[in-house]
């Protein structure tokens, strides 16, 4: 069964950084798609970044491009987001996503989310 579990959120104020992970667990971490999405209060869930299963392509939304960047290590199973210069505008929860097909993007699976919390 595969799970998703994201960590390192927090509170921070604007301007500063945070990294977030998602551990995966129960199959081959290294031929799926990863994602980002983060949702917050009273707003739909929204896409943030992807990346491929090579790690080769990425993709961001553009409210956060140029400040987050979403990496994976193959070798721990683990996808990375990256957040800098945050703003107020950023808080949310955010989720980790992967697709039940391997090589193919997807929102199958999801993490419990994390929440981040930017102060002015």
């Known amino acids: 069964q595969v799970q998703l579990v994201e960590s390192g959120g927090g509170l921070v104020q604007a301007g500063e950084s945070l990294r977030l992970s998602c551990a995966a667990s129960?199959?081959?971490?290294?031929?799926?798609?990863m994602g980002w999405f983060r949702q917050a209060p009273g707003k739909e869930r929204e896409f943030v970044a992807s990346?491929?299963?090579?790690?080769?392509?990425?993709n961001y939304a553009d409210s956060v491009k140029g400040r987050f960047t979403i990496s994976r290590d193959n070798a721990k199973s683990t996808a990375y987001l990256q957040l800098n210069s945050l703003k107020p505008e950023d808080t949310a929860v955010y989720y980790c996503?992967?697709?039940?097909?391997?090589?193919?993007?997807?929102?199958?699976?999801w993490g419990q989310g994390t929440q981040v919390t930017v102060s002015s």
């Open positions: 129960g199959r081959t971490f290294s031929n799926y798609a």
């Open positions: 996503v992967t697709s039940k097909l391997p090589y193919t993007p997807g929102l199958d699976y």
């Open positions: 990346i491929s299963w090579s790690g080769r392509n990425t």
